[in-house]
Each structure stands twice: as structure tokens, then as C-alpha cells.
């Protein structure tokens, strides 16, 4: 069974900055992109950042390019994304997610999210 597990989150006043993990289990961490995501209360969901399953390209939302980083640590199975110079805009809970092939078709797993708080 997929597991994948957040934790890292926290209060932090703005401009400090938060590591967050995903501990995955259940699937071949390697073989697979994975994605960070956000949602704010009131807004959707959105992507923040994701890596290719060697961990070779990333992508980052607009919003955090050049203060996250997404890495991931294949041998041990988890998804990092480190945030620095944080705003109260950042203030959301942040998930991580995946999508594995199963059964003939695509499937999405999220983990259960870490709230990450910005505020002075």
C-alpha cells in the first residue's frame, strides 16, 4: 500500500525558512516523478514544485522560483523541498503527491499534508 507521510511544517516569521520531507513507502520511489503542492484556505490547490524520478530536472511554480528547492534522496525513499525567504503568501498546507501505474491506467496518492504558517 502507498504511503506517503509530511512532516517539516510549522510557524516561522517571514523571511526564515522550513525543510519539509515526505517519507514514501509502498512503491519504487524511484521510478517516479514526484510533485510538492499547496493550498491555501479558500484557494485550489497548486503545484509548487516537482522532479523527475532521477531527480535530474525541476519545476518550480512561479511564485517560488529561486527561494524553494525540491531534492529527493532515492535510497531512502523520500522527497525533500526546502523554502527560504518565506511570505505570509506561502501560508498553506503543503502536500506531496504522486502518480503511479497500476492496473492498466495512472492513479494519484497525496499525502495527508503539513501546514506551513507564515506570520509575524
Known amino acids: 500500500q502507498v504511503h506517503l507521510v509530511e512532516s517539516g511544517g510549522g510557524l516561522v516569521q517571514p523571511g526564515e525558512s522550513l525543510r519539509l520531507s515526505c517519507a514514501t513507502s509502498?512503491?519504487?520511489?524511484?521510478?517516479?516523478?514526484m510533485n510538492w503542492y499547496r493550498q491555501a484556505p479558500g484557494k485550489e490547490r497548486e503545484l509548487v514544485a516537482a522532479i523527475t524520478s532521477a531527480g535530474n530536472t525541476t519545476i518550480y511554480a512561479d511564485s517560488m522560483k529561486g527561494r524553494a528547492t525540491i531534492s529527493r534522496d532515492n535510497a531512502k525513499n523520500t522527497l525533500f523541498l526546502q523554502m527560504n525567504k518565506l511570505e505570509p503568501e506561502d501560508t498553506a498546507v503543503y502536500y506531496c503527491h504522486t502518480e503511479i501505474w497500476s492496473g492498466g491506467s495512472w492513479h494519484d496518492y497525496w499525502g495527508q499534508g503539513t501546514q506551513v504558517t507564515v506570520s509575524s
Open positions: 509502498g512503491f519504487t520511489f524511484s521510478n517516479y516523478v
